[in-house]
């Protein structure tokens, strides 16, 4: 036995080291190509740091529906892996590990993906996939690789030549006819995360059947090993640039309801890109709509490290501070902000007394969708007629208010799970209800032609989001898009600006029509292997013992979306997973849901008010009714396992 085997069996017999970390090393080493990963492995073994080994190898990153996503690099970064360094300060090789974002995870899934893409194809034709990457550490790297891979096992890629935002790929992927493609990007993470975002070829992120066929390729492969194909077998690598640009661009400004608003309208904006991808495209197609744009210098550099916030997150309101400070300064009437890879957006708006005032993702998505609503009635592109046929859809954490509003209009909503895949889901069931022989190439419609195809045929799609700051407001890509939801919002401004108020009055008046409701989000963080394992033992624990009185309030109904069989508007049985609304006799209710991206299980506090009233009262007495419910499930989930 090795010296390195014998110090992990001592480890694996202390306590020290997890025994699948013990198998993982072993696999790991015997799989790699790297010579830094038994570099790295000894001299974290030598200095004794088993609980960073543990986090690295306690087992091996899986492929799932998101695809993967995970440190690239370690809370202890060894000399092997430090090196000489990369750009913007980090070290020049990812971080070794089976539960970690690196060349041996980043193999294994695109590989699994290339044979996957092969066996849709067909042997009539090579796969083509598409490759995109925000700014964060090594993902030009990563997504180099994967193009070279995918070109050496005999597929055709596209890479766009610099960083670009995820729903740009999603749209991409439409465009080219492509059989799938690739971000690399954690999205809003911290720093020292990357991800591996798999799409199908209908630009949504992959699901079943693909999803279990994809994972199931990957799973199988071992090693980072692999051969190219014969020379003339081998694929092609295309640079994607400008002219994608311009074609993304010229689709999202068809969002545009009604242009004719923008003109005049001199809004003043603050934008900012949080380091990442967004202001690439929104900043000049702002600017060329007659907005007067102000970015933040500090931010508009793309760097990985996000050097100016704590969190690249736009949820988090101290990450739009910036701009806010720069919004003071200027007399700027909106901030905007998205994340690394251009799929969330924050906003920062002015209120009647001039102060700038923090939107939710609920109040964002609520205040578009009633816009658009009302602007689609106002064109006449909705009647009574036909407003059966519109729909919006969101995800079941998403603000009732939503429901009030779709209501209001008569229109349709559909609830889906979190994650824009379910919201995709729903896009795709709608195109494909439309007969062939009328749809013909769908993706080289207008989208007034789809809209019309959509109303006479299926169900005409107004607008979709969901709580955590993702908005889309066309079909055309299939992907939460906040260079579209930038826009969109814009177009609200210019409206509000029209008829003279502010956001937030606007926001009231529809709060006055359709009830008072707050959602509030709260988390609880749990790192590492033992993260894991307690994040797990909580979630189990209310699906096991379900209160049945909070905060004096009798539970009305439990739903367990991992054991019951539930259906949504349409009839649609909703797929399984960890998730558990508690409904409360009073009005108010709570989900609680393990975070599939992050290491934190996530609480969704919601509460409501009917219309009429003082509504200054009503969101005093709301607030406070939220703010005890958290006080009782902190409390409550403390003594849980």
Same mark, same amino acid.
């Given at each position: 036995?090795?010296?390195?085997?014998?110090?992990?069996?001592?480890?694996?017999?202390?306590?020290?080291?997890?025994?699948?970390?013990?198998?993982?090393?072993?696999?790991?080493?015997?799989?790699?190509?790297?010579?830094?990963?038994?570099?790295?492995?000894?001299?974290?073994?030598?200095?004794?740091?088993?609980?960073?080994?543990?986090?690295?190898?306690?087992?091996?990153? *899986?492929?799932?529906?998101?695809?993967?996503?995970?440190?690239?690099?370690?809370?202890?970064?060894?000399?092997?892996?430090?090196?000489?360094? =990369?750009? $913007?300060?980090?070290?020049?090789?990812? !971080?070794?590990?089976?539960?970690?974002? $690196?060349?041996?995870? /980043?193999?294994?899934?695109?590989?699994?993906?290339?044979?996957?893409?092969?066996?849709?194809?067909?042997?009539?034709?090579?796969?083509?996939?598409?490759?995109?990457?925000?700014?964060?550490?090594?993902? +030009?790297?990563?997504?180099?690789? !994967?193009?070279?891979? !995918?070109?050496?096992?005999? !597929?055709? @890629?596209?890479?766009?030549?610099?960083?670009?935002?995820?729903?740009?790929?999603?749209?991409?992927? +439409?465009?080219?006819?492509?059989?799938?493609?690739?971000?690399? %990007?954690?999205?809003?993470?911290?720093?020292?995360?990357?991800?591996?975002? @798999?799409?199908?070829?209908?630009?949504?992120?992959?699901?079943?059947?693909?999803?279990?066929?994809?994972? $199931?390729?990957?799973? @199988?492969?071992?090693?980072? +090993?692999?051969?190219?194909?014969?020379?003339?077998?081998?694929?092609?690598?295309?640079?994607?640039?400008?002219?994608?640009?311009?074609?993304?661009?010229?689709?999202?400004?068809?969002?545009?309801?009604?242009?004719?608003?923008?003109?005049?309208?001199?809004?003043?904006?603050?934008?900012?890109?949080?380091?990442?991808?967004?202001?690439?495209?929104?900043?000049?197609?702002?600017?060329?709509?007659?907005?007067?744009?102000?970015?933040?210098?500090?931010? &508009?550099?793309?760097?990985?490290?996000?050097?100016?916030?704590?969190?690249?997150?736009?949820?988090?309101?101290?990450?739009?501070?910036?701009?806010?400070?720069?919004?003071?300064?200027?007399?700027?009437?909106?901030?905007?902000?998205?994340?690394?890879?251009?799929?969330?957006?924050?906003?920062?708006?002015?209120?009647? *007394?001039?102060?700038? /005032?923090?939107?939710?993702?609920?109040?964002?998505?609520?205040?578009?969708? #009633?816009?658009?609503?009302?602007?689609?009635?106002?064109?006449? #592109?909705?009647?009574?007629?036909?407003?059966?046929?519109?729909?919006?859809?969101?995800?079941?954490?998403?603000?009732?208010?939503?429901?009030?509003?779709?209501?209001?209009?008569?229109?349709?909503?559909?609830?889906?799970? %979190? =994650?824009?895949?379910?919201?995709?889901?729903?896009?795709?069931?709608?195109?494909?209800?439309?007969?062939? &022989?009328?749809?013909?190439?769908?993706?080289?419609?207008?989208?007034?032609?789809?809209?019309?195809?959509?109303?006479?045929?299926?169900?005409?799609?107004?607008?979709?989001?969901?709580?955590?700051?993702?908005?889309?407001?066309?079909?055309?890509? +299939?992907?939460?898009?906040?260079?579209?939801?930038?826009?969109?919002?814009?177009?609200?401004?210019?409206? *509000?600006?029209?008829?003279?108020? %502010?956001?937030?009055?606007?926001?009231?008046?529809?709060?006055?029509?359709? =009830?008072?409701?707050?959602?509030?989000?709260?988390?609880?963080?749990?790192?590492?292997?033992?993260?894991?394992?307690?994040?797990?033992?909580?979630? $189990?624990?209310?699906?096991?013992?379900?209160?049945?009185? /909070?905060?004096?309030?009798?539970?009305?109904?439990?739903?367990?979306?991992?054991?019951?069989?539930?259906?949504?508007?349409?009839?649609?049985?909703?797929?399984?997973?960890?998730?558990?609304?508690?409904?409360?006799?009073?009005?108010?209710?709570? *989900?609680?849901?393990?975070? =599939?991206?992050?290491?934190?299980?996530?609480?969704?506090?919601?509460?409501?008010?009917?219309?009429?009233?003082?509504?200054?009262?009503?969101?005093?007495?709301?607030?406070?009714?939220?703010?005890?419910? #958290?006080?009782?499930?902190?409390?409550? @989930?403390?003594?849980?396992?």
């Amino acid at each position: 036995m090795s010296a390195l085997q014998e110090s992990l069996t001592a480890a694996v017999a202390n306590g020290s080291l997890l025994e699948s970390a013990k198998t993982n090393i072993a696999s790991l080493l015997d799989g790699t190509t790297s010579a830094i990963a038994p570099l790295a492995i000894q001299e974290l073994v030598d200095a004794g740091e088993w609980e960073e080994l543990n986090d690295r190898f306690f087992k091996t990153l *899986a492929f799932g529906t998101g695809g993967l996503r995970g440190r690239t690099i370690g809370r202890v970064v060894t000399k092997a892996e430090q090196g000489k360094g =990369g750009p $913007n300060d980090r070290p020049e090789h990812p !971080c070794v590990g089976t539960a970690t974002m $690196n060349f041996y995870n /980043v193999s294994r899934a695109v590989r699994g993906l290339i044979a996957y893409a092969k066996q849709f194809a067909g042997p009539s034709r090579k796969p083509v996939l598409v490759f995109a990457h925000d700014t964060r550490h090594f993902s +030009r790297d990563f997504a180099e690789f !994967c193009a070279k891979t !995918c070109a050496d096992l005999g !597929c055709d @890629a596209y890479l766009f030549d610099g960083p670009r935002a995820t729903p740009q790929l999603s749209f991409a992927v +439409r465009e080219l006819r492509a059989d799938g493609g690739v971000v690399l %990007t954690a999205s809003h993470n911290p720093s020292h995360d990357n991800g591996f975002k @798999a799409y199908f070829n209908d630009g949504a992120q992959i699901v079943d059947p693909h999803a279990t066929a994809i994972i $199931n390729e990957v799973n @199988a492969i071992t090693s980072e +090993r692999y051969e190219p194909v014969a020379e003339s077998a081998r694929g092609t690598v295309t640079i994607l640039g400008e002219e994608m640009d311009e074609l993304y661009i010229s689709r999202l400004k068809t969002l545009l309801l009604q242009p004719s608003l923008l003109e005049g309208a001199k809004t003043k904006i603050v934008f900012t890109n949080l380091h990442g991808t967004g202001g690439h495209i929104n900043v000049p197609m702002l600017r060329g709509l007659g907005f007067e744009v102000l970015t933040v210098p500090e931010q &508009d550099i793309q760097d990985g490290r996000f050097p100016t916030v704590e969190s690249p997150n736009p949820e988090n309101g101290p990450a739009l501070q910036m701009g806010i400070d720069l919004a003071e300064k200027s007399g700027a009437e909106i901030v905007i902000g998205t994340d690394p890879d251009a799929d969330r957006m924050g906003v920062a708006v002015r209120d009647t *007394a001039g102060k700038m /005032v923090l939107l939710t993702g609920n109040q964002i998505g609520s205040l578009m969708a #009633w816009y658009r609503l009302k602007a689609c009635f106002e064109l006449g #592109w909705l009647t009574n007629a036909n407003r059966s046929r519109a729909v919006l859809v969101k995800t079941f954490v998403t603000t009732e208010l939503q429901h009030a509003i779709a209501d209001g209009f008569g229109v349709g909503i559909v609830d889906t799970l %979190t =994650g824009f895949k379910y919201i995709a889901g729903k896009l795709r069931k709608y195109e494909e209800a439309i007969p062939a &022989d009328k749809k013909g190439d769908y993706r080289s419609l207008t989208e007034a032609q789809t809209r019309a195809l959509r109303l006479e045929y299926s169900r005409f799609f107004v607008f979709g989001g969901e709580e955590s700051y993702g908005y889309l407001g066309s079909d055309a890509i +299939r992907d939460k898009d906040a260079n579209g939801a930038t826009l969109m919002f814009a177009e609200v401004a210019a409206y *509000a600006k029209s008829v003279g108020k %502010t956001l937030t009055e606007l926001m009231d008046d529809v709060y006055t029509e359709y =009830g008072y409701y707050l959602e509030i989000g709260k988390s609880l963080v749990m790192e590492g292997a033992d993260g894991a394992a307690k994040i797990a033992a909580l979630a $189990n624990s209310y699906a096991d013992s379900p209160p049945t009185e /909070v905060d004096g309030s009798a539970v009305l109904r439990v739903r367990d979306f991992a054991k019951q069989d539930i259906f949504d508007q349409e009839g649609d049985l909703i797929p399984k997973e960890k998730m558990l609304f508690v409904d409360l006799e009073d009005g108010r209710s709570f *989900a609680v849901r393990p975070s =599939g991206t992050e290491p934190k299980i996530k609480f969704y506090l919601f509460g409501k008010h009917a219309p009429g009233g003082d509504l200054s009262a009503a969101k005093e007495s709301v607030k406070t009714g939220l703010a005890n419910l #958290w006080s009782w499930i902190e409390a409550d @989930a403390a003594k849980r396992p």
